[in-house]
Each structure stands twice: as C-alpha cells, then as structure tokens.
C-alpha cells in the first residue's frame, strides 16, 4: 500500500474545474468521517484527561481502550482506499474537499489498520509509557521530590553541589523510560512505513508538506541566522555565571549552572527583570483571570463557563494522592466548545506567561469552531501556528506598558527595559532555538530517520548538547542513562519539537508586523491590551483553521515568507549591548 501525500500545495481553485458529481461522492463520504471522527476524538480526549489529572492503571486501559477505537475507525482500510481514490482527482475537487481528504490521510498514518496489530502494541506501549512518565517518583538524597520543587531548586540555590545533586535527581526518569522508547522507535517506525512513509519523522513533517530534508535544512538556516547573536549571549552568560558560583570561566557552560533542566531555556540571568516579587499577595485564580482579560480585551469572547468547571488549573493539595501530568496544555475536547486546561498555576511569572499561552491555544480553538470549518480541520495551519499564537501572547503579556496595565508593576514604576529585553532572549527565544532546532530535531531525526542504535543515544544526545547548545553534564553521562527521554515530548510528542522553534520564529514575525503596522510601537515596548485591530489581526489567522496552506495565510497576514528576520531585528539593540560586554573575551566554545 503506497499513497503519496508528501505536498500539501494546491492547484489555485481558478485552475479547478469542479466536477459535480465526484465532489458530492466526497461530500457524501467526508460527511460521515467528520461526524465519526469528532465523535470518536471527543471519546478518547475524555479518557485521556481522565488519565493525565488523575494517573492510575484502571485510567490508563480506560485511555488505550478509548485509543484503539479512535485508531481503528480513522485507519480503517475501507477509508483510506476511498480517500486515495478521491485524491487521485484533487483536480477536479474543491480546496476544502481535497485538504480533508489529506487529512483523513494523515490521521490514518498515525493507526493504519491495514496492520492492526501493529497498531494496539503501539497505543499499548505509548499509555504505557506515559503511565511511566506521569507517575514517576524523583528522589534527591533518598527523599522524593516533586518536579516543581525540583525546578524551585534549580532555580533558586546557589550551592553548586547541590545544584548538581538536584540536576542529577532530575535524570532519574531516563533509564525507567528507555526500554519504552526502544520498542516505540520500531513500532512508530512501522506504522509510518504502512501508508508509505519512510519512518516516523517523515511523516510528522508531512504535517507541514515537507520533507525530513527539507525541514532539517529549515532549522539548520534559523540557527545560522541567529548565531551571532547566542555566541554573543553564550559568551556573557557564562561569563556571568561564573561570577555567581566563583569559578574559573569554561568553555561550555555546565548544564548544572542553568536554571532549566535541559538547558532549553536560560532564565534567572537578569535580576532587574525577575518580576516573581511582584506576584506576592496574588492568587493563582488572579493569574488565569487576568489571561483570560488580555483576550476579551481584544475583542474575543469570554471562555465557556465549562472551562472554568472541567480545567484542572492548580497544584495536587498537599496530602491529596492523587498523581497529575505536570505538563501545561490545552485541550479542544470535543472539537466543539468543551475546552479544557490542564495546569499548576501559582501566583508567579513563569504561570503568567504560560496561562497567557495556553488560553492562547483556547482562544484558536473557540476561533476556528465554526460551522465552515469541518472538524477534521479545525486544527492550526500547521501545528506550529498554534505554539507560535501562544507564544505571541505570552511576549505580548510581558512587555513593560502591559505589564503595568494588567496590574503587575505598579503604575509609575520604572522598568529597566535592556533587560527586559535580555531576559526574553534568554528565557524564551534566543537559546531556545539551539535547543529546539540543534538538540531535539537532530536528535530525533537521527533517532527515527536515520535510526541510531539505543546504545548509542546518550552519546549522541549529548554531543548535539555540546556542539549546538554549548552546553556539557557535570559528570560522564554514559550509556546506562537515557537523559533524552527526561523530556516529556520525546515519549509523548515524537518528532515534533521543531514546531515549537517554528513557532518562536513566527511569533516574532507577527508581532513584528502588529507592532509596526497595527499599534505603530516600537516592538521591544508595546501594548496590546484592548486593541480590537489587533483581535481581528488574529482571529482572522486563527478562524482560516486549516482550510488554507499555511505559507498562504503567513504571506495574507504580514506580506512575508518565514524568517528570521523579524527575530533578528528585535534584538539589534540586545546585540549591540552584548558586544559591548563581551569586548575582549574569547567568544563561543571552539
Ligand atoms: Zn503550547
């Protein structure tokens, strides 16, 4: 069985002759998968939430059970031929038509069952697996440690043996996740070789009608174009870090010496920025509203009152057993307007920005659920248009005048806006590239792609951590660890993360484009707080779904291409002052 999807680009309907008939056979046939698939996707999101806000073994099959049947009604063989058969005269068929059809493709990829059981091993151990994951007990000296304590940690002490001792604690879930993703590299490999993919990586970059190469070679030229900058970052930061725990200055920085556990972001760098003091007195409940605010502020609506009954917003109570996935997200449970969080919100920065994000994916839920957009593609553009709104927000939310609107600084106060703007390169942009783009994206491609041997992943991750983030372990980390798999995308979200690097770049070119063309603001200092032209700006992104091909709606909505270039301009001041800092230290690692 052999079908090609490898591109997504349509014939301009001008060049379409429609042919009635064909067009109501699909019709007919698109009718009847949206109705099952929305019904089905409504049944598992059910058990999964289930699942993830409460871990246990009788959730877990309730979650797989509710899977399999999902899978077996969107790989159903009968539906592939039918929709091979349609796409065979994309031609002759409406663009809305031809990108269901597509899509009916793409979800059977992910469960063919031309190969059910293939299919039931890979739900079976991916539940499994994150069964694994969700209930994992870390412990720091034989006590056990919550994840968020862990990052409290990590970023609040300043012992370095400690430090080390926690960071070390925060791998203890490798070596119990690696056998999982051993046999899923061959399972996730298989089910993408059913409708003619060549691995598991290639089919996710399908999602965006690319190639493995194609998008390799996308995320090499983002790390080429934003590299002066991170060398200039890397140079002063480890310099920095120096200072704080009085020793000699490295070449790479210790991944021990960072506040994040993969060094994926660098925050707590810039003390002037650290806004924590200024949540004191503010309730975790005042932090989601205020998300919530930014939004109707723009013109959206208010959330269902059901989001506000069915999220699970804040921390397990002390003393509560029940175990909950620790990840922020978002949830679109029935594909209609039962939207759902799953959080640990607490009065801080950090939750600030992420409840901005989240309500972010809401808010591109509730504005693509519309009666012109079938269920099947009530989904982002491409998947990284979601992250990248989220993101957007989340920069939008912590610009200085908002900052102050929203009722976080006091009125008056003065910001010390370079480093503001540092630390966002820091905490959100600027290194996550290298970890996103160079770590995870080479790592997994080379995992599933080009299929590297278990025994030698640790290596292989490691040296990706050194050569593209400048990063190395405090200690030898050999082959009985597996600090890849610490990482909660790499069980549960494979061969995905180069979105999130899309995402970032995006996010700036939209921003960019409200700041200059909308708000007329410099981008480093605006305000979207109640800019109904802004609101229009997104929804009209958000509303297309994915009817459209996602370079077009980029192109309709700011007049470019993807680039950096927007990325770049908004820390042309940041890197002026970095070379100023930097002058006369040796820059970079090699
Ligand atoms: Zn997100």
């Given at each position: 069985?052999?079908v090609?999807i490898?591109?997504?680009l349509?014939?301009?309907?001008?060049?379409?002759a429609?042919d009635?008939?064909?067009?109501?056979?699909?019709?007919?046939?698109?009718?009847?998968v949206?109705?099952?698939y929305?019904?089905?996707?409504r049944?598992?999101?059910?058990?999964?939430?289930?699942?993830?806000?409460?871990?246990?073994?009788a959730?877990?099959?309730?979650?797989?059970?509710?899977g399999?049947?999902?899978?077996?009604?969107?790989?159903?063989p009968a539906?592939?031929?039918?929709a091979?058969a349609l796409?065979?005269?994309?031609?002759?068929?409406?663009?809305?038509?031809?990108r269901?059809l597509?899509?009916?493709?793409?979800?059977?990829?992910?469960?063919?069952m031309?190969?059910?059981?293939?299919?039931?091993?890979?739900i079976?151990?991916?539940?499994?697996?994150?069964?694994?994951?969700?209930?994992?007990?870390f412990?720091l000296?034989?006590?056990?440690?919550t994840?968020?304590?862990?990052?409290?940690?990590?970023?609040t002490?300043?012992?370095?043996?400690?430090?080390?001792?926690?960071?070390?604690?925060?791998?203890?879930?490798?070596?119990?996740?690696k056998?999982?993703l051993?046999n899923?590299?061959?399972?996730?490999?298989?089910?993408?070789?059913e409708l003619?993919?060549?691995?598991?990586?290639?089919?996710?970059?399908?999602?965006?009608?690319?190639?493995?190469?194609?998008?390799?070679?996308?995320?090499?030229?983002?790390?080429?174009?934003?590299?002066?900058?991170?060398l200039?970052?890397?140079?002063?930061?480890k310099?920095?870090?120096?200072?704080r725990?009085?020793?000699?200055?490295?070449?790479?920085i210790?991944?021990?010496?960072?506040?994040?556990?993969?060094?994926?972001e660098?925050p707590?760098?810039?003390e002037?920025?650290?806004?924590?003091?200024?949540?004191?007195?503010?309730?975790?409940?005042?932090?989601?509203?205020?998300?919530?605010?930014f939004y109707?502020?723009?013109g959206?609506?208010?959330?269902?009152q059901?989001?506000?009954?069915r999220?699970?917003?804040y921390p397990?109570?002390?003393?509560?057993?029940?175990?909950?996935n620790?990840?922020?997200?978002c949830?679109?449970?029935?594909?209609?307007n039962?939207?759902?969080?799953?959080?640990?919100v607490?009065?801080?920065?950090?939750?600030?920005?992420?409840?901005?994000?989240?309500?972010?994916?809401?808010?591109?839920?509730?504005?693509?659920?519309?009666?012109?957009?079938?269920?099947?593609?009530?989904i982002g553009?491409?998947?990284?248009?979601h992250e990248?709104?989220?993101?957007?927000?989340?920069?939008?939310?912590?610009?200085?005048p908002?900052?102050?609107?929203?009722?976080?600084?006091?009125?008056?106060f003065q910001?010390?806006?370079?480093?503001?703007?540092?630390?966002d390169?820091?905490?959100?942009?600027?290194?996550?590239?290298?970890?996103?783009?160079?770590?995870?994206?080479h790592?997994?491609?080379?995992?599933?792609?080009h299929?590297?041997?278990?025994?030698?992943?640790?290596?292989?991750?490691?040296?990706?951590?050194?050569?593209?983030?400048?990063?190395?372990?405090?200690?030898?980390?050999?082959?009985?660890?597996c600090?890849?798999?610490?990482?909660t995308?790499?069980?549960?979200?494979?061969?995905?993360?180069?979105?999130?690097?899309?995402?970032?770049?995006?996010?700036?070119?939209?921003?960019?484009?409200?700041?200059?063309?909308?708000?007329?603001?410099?981008?480093q200092r605006c305000?979207?707080?109640?800019?109904?032209?802004?609101?229009?700006?997104?929804?009209?992104?958000?509303?297309?779904g994915?009817?459209?091909?996602?370079?077009?709606?980029?192109?309709?909505?700011?007049?470019?291409e993807?680039?950096?270039?927007?990325?770049?301009?908004?820390?042309k001041p940041?890197?002026?002052?970095?070379?100023?800092?930097?002058?006369?230290?040796?820059?970079?690692?090699?």
């Amino acid at each position: 069985m052999l079908v090609i999807i490898s591109c997504i680009l349509l014939f301009p309907s001008s060049l379409r002759a429609i042919d009635p008939k064909l067009e109501e056979r699909a019709n007919y046939f698109l009718t009847l998968v949206n109705a099952s698939y929305q019904g089905l996707y409504r049944v598992e999101a059910e058990a999964q939430w289930l699942a993830a806000t409460d871990v246990s073994p009788a959730h877990d099959v309730g979650s797989e059970t509710a899977g399999k049947a999902r899978a077996a009604f969107n790989g159903n063989p009968a539906i592939i031929r039918e929709a091979q058969a349609l796409l065979k005269h994309r031609a002759d068929l409406k663009e809305i038509t031809v990108r269901q059809l597509e899509r009916v493709l793409l979800n059977a990829a992910e469960g063919p069952m031309t190969n059910p059981d293939l299919v039931a091993r890979r739900i079976e151990a991916e539940t499994q697996q994150s069964s694994t994951l969700n209930g994992f007990v870390f412990k720091l000296r034989g006590n056990p440690i919550t994840v968020n304590e862990i990052d409290h940690q990590l970023s609040t002490n300043r012992n370095l043996a400690d430090r080390q001792a926690i960071w070390e604690t925060s791998k203890q879930s490798g070596p119990a996740l690696k056998p999982g993703l051993v046999n899923l590299q061959t399972l996730r490999n298989g089910v993408a070789k059913e409708l003619g993919y060549s691995d598991y990586f290639a089919l996710q970059v399908a999602n965006y009608g690319m190639s493995t190469e194609e998008m390799i070679a996308l995320q090499d030229r983002f790390m080429r174009e934003m590299r002066p900058l991170y060398l200039q970052l890397h140079t002063w930061v480890k310099h920095e870090l120096a200072k704080r725990y009085g020793q000699p200055v490295p070449k790479r920085i210790p991944a021990h010496w960072l506040n994040n556990r993969w060094s994926q972001e660098w925050p707590g760098m810039v003390e002037a920025a650290d806004l924590d003091p200024y949540f004191k007195g503010k309730s975790a409940e005042w932090v989601v509203q205020s998300a919530e605010s930014f939004y109707t502020g723009l013109g959206f609506p208010k959330l269902p009152q059901s989001f506000w009954e069915r999220s699970d917003l804040y921390p397990v109570k002390p003393g509560e057993t029940r175990k909950k996935n620790t990840h922020a997200s978002c949830w679109h449970v029935d594909l209609q307007n039962d939207i759902r969080s799953l959080m640990s919100v607490e009065p801080n920065e950090w939750w600030f920005h992420t409840a901005h994000h989240e309500l972010g994916h809401g808010y591109y839920f509730v504005s693509c659920t519309r009666p012109e957009i079938p269920p099947l593609l009530r989904i982002g553009a491409n998947p990284a248009f979601h992250e990248a709104m989220g993101e957007l927000i989340s920069l939008a939310a912590g610009q200085a005048p908002y900052l102050q609107s929203a009722g976080v600084l006091p009125a008056g106060f003065q910001l010390n806006e370079q480093a503001l703007l540092l630390n966002d390169a820091l905490g959100n942009s600027v290194p996550f590239i290298y970890w996103a783009s160079g770590t995870m994206t080479h790592w997994e491609a080379d995992v599933y792609a080009h299929r590297l041997p278990p025994d030698q992943w640790n290596a292989r991750w490691w040296k990706y951590v050194r050569d593209f983030q400048g990063v190395e372990p405090p200690s030898e980390r050999g082959e009985e660890f597996c600090d890849a798999a610490t990482k909660t995308h790499v069980n549960d979200t494979p061969c995905y993360y180069y979105s999130y690097a899309i995402a970032t770049v995006l996010k700036f070119q939209w921003h960019d484009h409200i700041a200059r063309k909308i708000l007329q603001q410099p981008p480093q200092r605006c305000n979207y707080a109640n800019s109904k032209a802004v609101g229009n700006f997104l929804r009209e992104i958000m509303a297309k779904g994915g009817t459209e091909d996602w370079r077009k709606v980029l192109r309709d909505a700011t007049g470019e291409e993807l680039s950096t270039r927007a990325m770049t301009d908004y820390f042309k001041p940041l890197l002026a002052w970095l070379e100023e800092q930097n002058r006369g230290r040796q820059i970079g690692w090699d």
